[in-house]
């Protein structure tokens, strides 16, 4: 885990309700105090556990890129994949997340809809551990001369680096991407900061989590989606801050 991801463990929740009750404790003596915290934190695990908080806070996210019209657009150069993580069954093997395969599969279906190269990109996390492109695209079973891997990448910011070299000599310079709808936004505006284009799928009609009255009685499912959201907000503000991306980078192109 690095450093950042260790941060952010204790800055959203549940973690960071449960060091606002552990203070509230702490400051009993202080009546005043100690009731402000514990009010605080009931009211920030109440609205954290929300499904409809968090679908409102992924929507944007998941929305910052226009949806793919080939009409309007032209032919993309290829649809890009950014793995998410792998790990180990103790036995030396390495295996992809679901989020890994499940990007890999639906790119597959826009492949055989489009005719579009793929590009899997995902590198080593730690020392002799296999390239987490080499990894998904193993287990799926992929291949062939429209499958290309990227295995050097560590982060979106990198991964944007990359896959803008590999097309560097395309016109024009428009990209597919298909990853987890929390990741759209970080992950286009990486991409546009290098010059490229970006649309994504069409969005499933579905909205993820709970709907109707079940989005208001607060859940578990309500307490991933909002954690989900904010982690990608954390992460969008430390790349603007280390200037991977521009506030203009952010912003949608029009279909």
Known sequence: ??????????????????????????AWPWRGLSRGLFVLATLGLLLA??????????????????????????????????????????????????????????????????????????GAVAEGQPSEAETVTAAFGAGGPDLRLETTARNSAETALAVAAMLADEAPPLVLL????????????????????????????????????????????????TRAALYEYAGIAHYLVAGHIDFGDLRSEAP
Do not use: C
């Open 178 to 225: 298909v990853t987890s709808p929390s990741h759209v936004a970080r992950m286009a505006s990486a991409l546009r900061h290098q010059g490229l284009r970006v649309v994504a799928p069409a969005p499933t009609a579905a909205r993820p989590g709970p709907n109707g009255l079940l989005a208001l009685i607060p859940s578990y499912s309500g307490l991933k989606m």
């Open 49 to 122: 556990s929300l499904p409809t908080v968090g679908a409102a806070l992924l929507r944007p996210l998941a929305d910052a890129a226009p949806t793919y019209l080939p009409s309007a657009h032209g032919r993309a150069a290829a649809i890009v994949v950014p793995t998410a993580g792998s790990f180990s069954d103790g036995s030396g093997r390495w295996w992809p997340t679901g989020n890994s395969v499940a990007r890999l599969a639906e790119a597959r279906r826009h492949q055989d809809a489009h005719g579009l190269p793929i590009i899997v990109s995902g």
């Open 1 to 26: 885990m690095s450093p950042n991801d260790l941060l952010l463990e204790y800055l959203l929740p549940p973690t960071s309700i449960l060091l606002l009750l552990l203070l509230a404790v702490i």
